[in-house]
Structures are given as C-alpha cells and as structure tokens.
C-alpha cells in the first residue's frame, strides 16, 4: 500500500506476483513478488532501449543505426544502478519499462528519425494509438513516468494531426485503467485529494 498518490498498476502485479511465490512455497513471497517484476523489467528494457533507438535514425537512412542503438543500449545497461534496481522490491523499473515501451511505440508508430522530424510517410497511426494507451498506463506505476513520456507523446500528436483524437482517448484511457480503482478505493474523490495532500504537507 503505497503513498498518494499511489501506484496501483505496480501494486497489482505486486499482489499477482506475491500470490503465485506464494502458492509456489517460495519463502517472503511479499518481497520476492515485488522484487521479481523488477528483474523481469530489467530482463525486456535492453530490448526496449534498442527499439527506440534504433528509430533515431540520421537522415532517415538505417545505415549504422543498429549500431549506434545497441551502444547507446550498452551504455545505459553497463550502469551498475540498474542491475542493482532490477534486484530489488521497487517499482523503479517496472515503471521505466512501461514508459519505455511507450516511448518506443510512439517512435515506431511516428517515424520519429535523428534529425527529430516525424515521417508522416512512414506513420504507423496503431502503433502512436499503443504508445499513447502505454503513456497514460506507465503512470499507474509511478507518477514520474509522465515526465518521461508525455512530451513525446504530446508532440507526436501536435504534430501529427490524423491520430490526435485517437492518442489522446487512448492516453485518457490507459489513466483511467488505474486512475478510477485509485479513487475507488481511497474512498472517492475528497478522501483521495485528503491522502493526497497529506502526502504533499
């Protein structure tokens, strides 16, 4: 049970993960089932790293983006802080890896390339619609996570007007996923903005 504001998409995989150690008879399934969607974010952010990436191509070409992607992958992974993170019972990863997966959904749908201009030729609008969806879920495990996606997500849809609508209802949605059980469960609207507050003073 996190501080306000919470964290309920973390929390739930945390209660799945810690009712299966349990079942399994694994010894401190509260900490180990928090812990292990650490380590299983730690295992798919490599991947993630390297998809979005390898779109930041130069001059829209693909010549050495694979390479440039996987240094850039490298540089981020050889950081001791985040072999050390993936191994402990925190949603630090787990949210970075829905953010990121995020971020490299919206390069993907975008035709986001180096030079920071969007494709529109190559704009794949489901892909911007999943990003998007993503963007608003990463929230739900730690409120930080809009910092890191919501500017790209917001340009993408500044610029590219045919997905506007369907982005921002698809952000909206993936907010009410773990926004409406929040509240829910704080005991509506007034007791959550109280929780909150508290937390804030």
Known sequence: QPHPPGYPIYTALGKL???????????????????????????????????????????????GADNRAAIATLLIVCNPLFWFTGARALSDLAGLAAAWAALAALALGSGLDFSGRLKTRDLTPR???????????????????????????????????RVRLQALAAMAAGVAAWAVPLVWFSGGPRRYLEALGSQAG
């Open 17 to 63: 993960g810690t009712a299966a150690l349990a079942r399994a008879g694994v010894a401190m399934p509260e900490v180990r089932g928090l812990a292990i969607w650490s380590a299983i974010a730690a295992g798919v952010l490599p991947l993630l790293f390297f998809a979005f990436f390898r779109r930041l191509r130069r001059d829209g070409t693909d010549d």
């Open 127 to 161: 892909w911007v619609v999943v990003g998007a969806f993503l963007a608003g879920l990463s929230i739900g495990f730690r409120s930080q996570m809009a910092v890191l996606t919501v500017p790209l997500l917001l340009w993408v849809v500044v610029v590219v007007a």
